[in-house]
Nanobody
Protein backbone atom coordinates (compact mmCIF):
# COMPACT_ATOMS: atom_id res chain seq x y z
CA UNK A 1 0.00 0.00 0.00
CA UNK A 2 1.49 3.29 -1.12
CA UNK A 3 1.65 5.94 1.56
CA UNK A 4 2.92 9.50 1.33
CA UNK A 5 3.34 11.51 4.51
CA UNK A 6 4.12 15.21 4.30
CA UNK A 7 5.66 17.31 7.05
CA UNK A 8 7.29 20.69 7.55
CA UNK A 9 4.40 23.06 6.98
CA UNK A 10 3.52 25.91 9.29
CA UNK A 11 3.21 29.65 9.71
CA UNK A 12 6.01 31.84 8.38
CA UNK A 13 6.46 35.53 7.75
CA UNK A 14 6.79 36.91 4.24
CA UNK A 15 10.36 36.48 3.06
CA UNK A 16 10.88 33.46 5.25
CA UNK A 17 11.69 29.86 4.41
CA UNK A 18 10.23 26.42 4.98
CA UNK A 19 11.33 22.95 3.99
CA UNK A 20 8.66 20.37 3.27
CA UNK A 21 9.37 16.66 3.38
CA UNK A 22 7.42 13.76 1.94
CA UNK A 23 8.23 10.29 3.19
CA UNK A 24 7.05 7.52 0.89
CA UNK A 25 6.45 3.87 1.65
CA UNK A 26 4.87 0.82 0.10
CA UNK A 27 6.63 0.72 -3.24
CA UNK A 28 9.91 1.36 -5.01
CA UNK A 29 9.87 5.11 -5.53
CA UNK A 30 13.27 5.78 -6.99
CA UNK A 31 12.11 4.92 -10.50
CA UNK A 32 9.01 7.12 -10.52
CA UNK A 33 8.53 10.86 -10.86
CA UNK A 34 7.42 12.69 -7.75
CA UNK A 35 5.91 16.12 -7.37
CA UNK A 36 4.55 18.78 -5.10
CA UNK A 37 1.17 20.37 -5.72
CA UNK A 38 -0.66 23.03 -3.78
CA UNK A 39 -4.23 24.15 -3.37
CA UNK A 40 -5.38 27.44 -1.94
CA UNK A 41 -8.97 28.01 -0.78
CA UNK A 42 -11.29 28.48 -3.72
CA UNK A 43 -8.61 27.58 -6.25
CA UNK A 44 -7.72 24.50 -8.24
CA UNK A 45 -4.85 22.31 -7.24
CA UNK A 46 -1.75 23.35 -9.15
CA UNK A 47 1.60 21.75 -9.86
CA UNK A 48 4.45 23.45 -8.03
CA UNK A 49 7.47 21.28 -8.76
CA UNK A 50 8.29 17.90 -10.23
CA UNK A 51 11.35 15.68 -10.11
CA UNK A 52 12.00 12.72 -12.33
CA UNK A 53 13.71 9.47 -11.47
CA UNK A 54 17.00 10.83 -12.82
CA UNK A 55 16.74 13.98 -10.73
CA UNK A 56 15.66 16.24 -13.54
CA UNK A 57 13.41 18.96 -12.15
CA UNK A 58 10.77 21.36 -13.36
CA UNK A 59 9.22 24.24 -11.48
CA UNK A 60 6.13 26.38 -11.97
CA UNK A 61 7.02 29.84 -13.21
CA UNK A 62 5.62 31.48 -10.08
CA UNK A 63 8.13 29.68 -7.85
CA UNK A 64 11.22 29.62 -10.05
CA UNK A 65 14.20 31.14 -8.30
CA UNK A 66 12.56 30.65 -4.89
CA UNK A 67 11.70 26.94 -4.56
CA UNK A 68 13.84 23.86 -5.05
CA UNK A 69 12.71 20.24 -5.28
CA UNK A 70 15.03 17.38 -4.47
CA UNK A 71 14.85 13.71 -3.60
CA UNK A 72 16.79 11.20 -1.53
CA UNK A 73 16.12 7.81 -3.07
CA UNK A 74 17.89 6.00 -0.24
CA UNK A 75 15.29 7.43 2.14
CA UNK A 76 12.34 7.40 -0.30
CA UNK A 77 11.86 11.06 0.53
CA UNK A 78 11.23 14.12 -1.59
CA UNK A 79 11.79 17.66 -0.37
CA UNK A 80 10.56 21.11 -1.27
CA UNK A 81 12.78 23.95 -0.11
CA UNK A 82 10.79 27.17 -0.18
CA UNK A 83 12.60 30.49 0.16
CA UNK A 84 11.42 34.10 -0.09
CA UNK A 85 7.89 33.01 0.67
CA UNK A 86 5.01 35.28 -0.26
CA UNK A 87 1.45 35.46 1.09
CA UNK A 88 0.23 34.05 -2.22
CA UNK A 89 2.22 30.88 -1.51
CA UNK A 90 -0.22 30.07 1.30
CA UNK A 91 -1.94 26.78 0.53
CA UNK A 92 -2.15 23.14 1.44
CA UNK A 93 0.83 21.42 -0.15
CA UNK A 94 0.44 17.85 -1.37
CA UNK A 95 3.03 15.28 -2.27
CA UNK A 96 2.33 13.17 -5.35
CA UNK A 97 3.83 10.13 -7.02
CA UNK A 98 2.92 8.83 -10.45
CA UNK A 99 3.36 5.06 -10.54
CA UNK A 100 2.76 3.81 -14.07
CA UNK A 101 -0.07 6.28 -14.58
CA UNK A 102 -1.63 5.83 -11.14
CA UNK A 103 -1.62 8.93 -8.97
CA UNK A 104 -1.04 8.74 -5.25
CA UNK A 105 -1.40 11.65 -2.83
CA UNK A 106 -0.41 12.52 0.68
CA UNK A 107 -2.80 14.10 3.16
CA UNK A 108 -1.30 17.55 2.69
CA UNK A 109 0.48 20.04 4.91
CA UNK A 110 -0.65 23.60 5.48
CA UNK A 111 1.66 26.48 4.64
CA UNK A 112 0.59 29.93 5.76
CA UNK A 113 2.63 33.00 4.89
CA UNK A 114 1.52 35.96 6.93
CA UNK A 115 2.87 38.76 9.08
Amino acid sequence: QVQLVESGGGLVQPGGSLRLSCAASGSVFSIWPMAWYRQAPGKQRELVARIGSTGRTSLADVVKGRFTISRDNAKDTVYLQMNYLKPEDSAVYYCNVDIAGLQYWGQGTQVTVSS
